[in-house]
């Protein structure tokens, strides 16, 4: 019997009526519970996403999406029932409150969970796939409550599904909450395409970086997106050279400011300094845009100057 097994005395107000798992009032309302009962106990906050699932929904229907929930649902009370509070959260996300564990117990757990998963199987009479994304985040190190745990595991969870999907991270103090905008822009597979690097960035304030694609990463000798976003500061101003930035908005300014420029556009060579040191030469090609959701905007697609002449 597992800590979260459902039993007759759960309230019909605290249980998914789907899976017949607690669901997000119920669970939180037990995880924290819990943590005030064993405070000292180390635990483990794993947040599970079904990969792509609003596409099959769109696709095939309630039927099939129901059903690929409550097939998850069995998977991961399978796998962590033994001693996890198991939630189902929100339409494809599940939670487990993993307790009186540790990373590398909850490591194993997880390579054995995706290394039994079938990447396809027959639902309703289709052949569907289906896999997890997964963030994870360790009680009391990164949260003292479900809040805090959920926050976490968040950040980690988009992390897993900006390097592929499929698989897990756990999240490390340092992590930038930046690839929910990586997602919602919705460019993954535009920006794949493109001969150069590509971002997205607000036209106020901090000039936050809200979209980058792997490019960009590879153009400032990075390692990974998230040390990309921490080398530039997750800042437009992070890109250019710092002897370079004033004199670059400043003619950013200039051009968008023209009265013949109907189209937002502007055009402007500058620096950037690398991570290792180095500097490159690039070509800026801007677009200002009003977005419904953050506002003025600016899409960049930055071209390596030396790079361009010796390919073409």
């Known amino acids: 019997m597992g800590y979260n097994e459902k039993d007759e005395f759960y309230l019909l107000a605290e249980e998914d009526a789907i899976t ?40 095939f229907g309630h039927k099939v999406s129901d ?8 998977e991961i009370s399978k796998y962590f029932l033994d001693k996890g509070i198991v939630i189902r959260m929100d339409s494809d996300e599940f939670v ?31 052949m569907i796939q289906f896999t997890f994304s ?7 190190d990164h949260g003292k409550n479900f ?17 592929g999907r499929a698989r897990y991270t756990f999240y490390e103090k340092g992590f930038i909450n930046a690839h929910q905008n990586q997602l919602m822009f919705g460019l993954e597979e535009f920006s794949k395409s493109l001969p150069g690097g590509f971002f997205v960035y607000e036209a106020k304030g901090d000039e936050k970086i809200l979209y980058a ?6 153009l400032f000798k990075c390692d990974d997106m998230n040390d990309f976003r921490k080398y530039i500061g997750n800042s437009f101003k992070g890109i250019v050279h710092p002897d370079e930035y004033d004199k670059v908005l400043k003619e950013i300014n200039t051009q968008q400011g023209k009265s013949d420029n109907h189209g937002n556009l502007d055009y ?31 899409y960049v697609f930055l071209l390596d100057v030396d790079e361009h002449i010796v390919n073409r």
Do not use: W
Not at 112 to 126: L, S, T, W
Not at 213 to 218: A, F
Not at 270 to 277: A, E
């Open 67 to 74: 059903k690929i929930i409550t097939e998850s649902a069995d």
């Open 147 to 163: 809040a805090e745990l959920l926050e976490k595991a968040d950040i980690a969870l988009y992390d897993a599904k900006y390097r």
């Open 268 to 298: 402007i060579r500058y620096r950037i300094k690398c991570k290792d040191g180095t500097e490159k030469l690039v070509d800026d090609f801007g677009h200002l845009v009003n977005d419904p959701t953050f506002g003025m905007i600016y």
């Open 213 to 218: 694609n792997q490019s960009m990463v590879e």
């Open 134 to 140: 997964i963030g994870v985040t360790m009680y009391p």
């Open 20 to 59: 017949g798992l607690l669901n997000r009032r119920g669970g939180e309302e037990e995880i924290n519970d819990y943590i005030k009962e064993h405070p000292d106990e180390k635990c483990a906050y794993i947040i599970f996403e079904c990969d792509k699932f609003k596409n099959v929904k769109d696709t």
């Open 96 to 126: 487990v409150f993993y307790i009186n564990t540790d990373k590398e117990e909850v490591k194993e757990k997880l390579d054995k969970f995706i290394e039994d998963q079938k990447p396809a199987r027959m639902i309703n009479g289709r």
